[in-house]
């Protein structure tokens, strides 16, 4: 705004200029700066810009200067006659003045267009000025809105953050838990290094009970760490493209320290070989592997290895097998009663997926769904050992609805679909046989999910995406209760 306020002024002292000019410097130009005027006699016109002469035969005069109505500088001479001699010294003096005259005209002219321009820059400032004015005043009018906005955003979110107060009182008591197993170990520390000083100092049962004790409340204490709740889903890393549109593949979540053996089965019905990588990274970048021969072909995609067998559902039947890749033998099989088979209750996708099988911290799970609960969702708790049923909960999920399941600390996590975007949006916890719904996306990167499957020991889910083996990060929100230890 200064350079607007700078041009007024300048327009203002050219003004100023020009009118002391038109004063002081124009008489003595055109040499009159004695001349005196007259009053016009009685009875002679006033043309309110000087005097008539007194006899223009013999004289002339200039009128005084006066302004138009727009205030500028007006000059007006009355020559003598045209039959005075043209040599005459006043006729000489006469057209010097002429030409003064004209040259002080134009020169008038040109300061009078560059004060019409001026001018017009001056109002085009005004109309600029008054327009910013106005959006200053918009502008500050829409602050105080985006202000009260983000007040009730902010309130809002306090609002969501609030339950989380007794939560992280939780977690406080969580770490006084933490810090009396640290000073436990450290007393029963310095008890084995005095016991190795002074043998039979202690009794070798009561100190063994001891650690057995703090190594069983340590191993649950742990346990309870894995475990949690779903909060959220990473983006999916792709590990492999190989195989069918459908299929299913996996690791041993009780494998010991260093088997990272993959098992990978392709097609959900009529095959019936296993293949065994060594390692993920064979998986990935070779093709050396073992093939495994199973007695019957498979049903589905929701096979799992667990703890040296492979678990799964023997096709056009509601019979689950226990397979030893040991032995190479059938170890176990049993019925789930009433259990829905040969695509009765199968996922939204199809693929004879009626019986699925899964891992969690807690052992094995079999989900289905049967006549009897109307095509809903049956989750039972499996004995890995023999195959019977611990105990059975029922949903009020139709399973036909469901695109995918999995199980993550006793919680089964259903999702919306298979193809196209996806998320999971129903869970019904086990524990409390209490159901809700959530908003968890889950990328589904090749638009056709026909496995989805936890393992807790990777804390991850494995998943066959349109012929792409694929993982998921998971992020679980954990709570120790010490009360339970």
């Known amino acids: 705004m200064s350079v607007p306020l700078l041009k007024i002024g300048v327009v203002l002292s050219t003004m100023a200029m020009i009118t002391n000019w038109m004063s002081q410097t124009l008489p003595s130009l055109v040499g009159l700066n004695n001349t005196k005027l007259s009053v016009a006699p009685p009875g002679v016109p006033d043309r309110s810009t000087g005097v008539l002469p007194a006899n223009p035969e013999d004289s002339w005069q200039v009128y005084s200067s006066a302004q138009d109505s727009e205030g500028r500088c007006v000059c007006t001479v009355v020559a003598p006659q045209q039959t005075m001699c043209s040599r005459d010294a006043r006729t000489k003096q006469l057209r010097q003045l002429l030409e003064k005259v004209q040259n002080m005209t134009q020169s008038i ?229 009433y259990a829905g088979y040969n695509n009765r209750y199968h996922y939204s996708w199809g693929g004879h997926s009626d019986i699925d099988l899964m891992v969690d911290e807690s052992g094995l799970w079999a989900v289905y769904a049967t006549n009897q609960n109307a095509g809903n969702i049956v989750i039972s708790k499996l004995n890995p050992a023999t195959l019977q049923v611990i105990k059975s909960y029922t949903t009020n999920h139709p399973k036909r609805s469901a695109g995918e399941a999995f199980m993550i600390c006793g919680t089964l996590y259903v999702t919306n679909g298979y193809s196209g975007g996806t998320k999971v949006y129903y869970a019904f916890h086990t524990n409390s046989s209490t159901y809700e719904y959530i908003d968890i996306p889950l990328q589904n990167k090749y638009s056709h999910i026909s496995m989805l499957d936890y393992n807790p020991r990777d804390r991850a889910l494995y998943a066959w995406n349109n012929g792409h083996q694929v993982l998921y990060n998971v992020t679980l929100f954990h709570v120790i209760r010490s009360e339970e230890l």
């Open 109 to 337: 002219q040109n300061l009078d267009q560059r004060t019409q321009k001026d001018l017009q820059y001056v109002q085009r400032m005004e109309v600029q000025l008054r327009g910013l004015e106005t959006k200053f005043k918009q502008v500050e009018e829409s602050h105080k809105q985006n202000i009260a906005k983000q007040y009730k955003a902010i309130k809002a979110k306090m609002e969501e953050l609030r339950p989380m107060i007794p939560v992280l009182e939780e977690y406080k008591a969580d770490a006084k838990l933490v810090m009396q197993f640290k000073e436990e170990v450290k007393n029963l520390t310095s008890v084995l290094s005095e016991l190795q000083e002074e043998i039979g100092a202690f009794d070798y049962e009561e100190l063994h009970n001891r650690v057995s004790n703090l190594e069983e409340r340590l191993r649950a204490c742990m346990q309870k760490l894995a475990c949690g709740k779903l909060t959220g889903i990473s983006d999916s890393i792709t590990i492999k493209t190989s195989g069918s549109r459908y299929g299913s593949w996996m690791t041993d979540p009780l494998a010991p320290d260093g088997d990272t053996r993959v098992w990978y089965m392709d097609g959900y019905h009529n095959n019936r070989f296993v293949r065994e990588y060594k390692s993920m990274a064979d998986f990935m970048y070779s093709d050396n592997f073992t093939s495994h021969r199973l007695p019957h072909p498979w049903s589905g995609t929701g096979q799992v290895v667990y703890n040296g067998s492979i678990y799964f559902n023997k096709f056009q039947s509601n019979t689950i097998i226990k397979f030893d890749f040991k032995t190479a033998t059938i170890s176990k099989s049993g019925q789930l009663d």
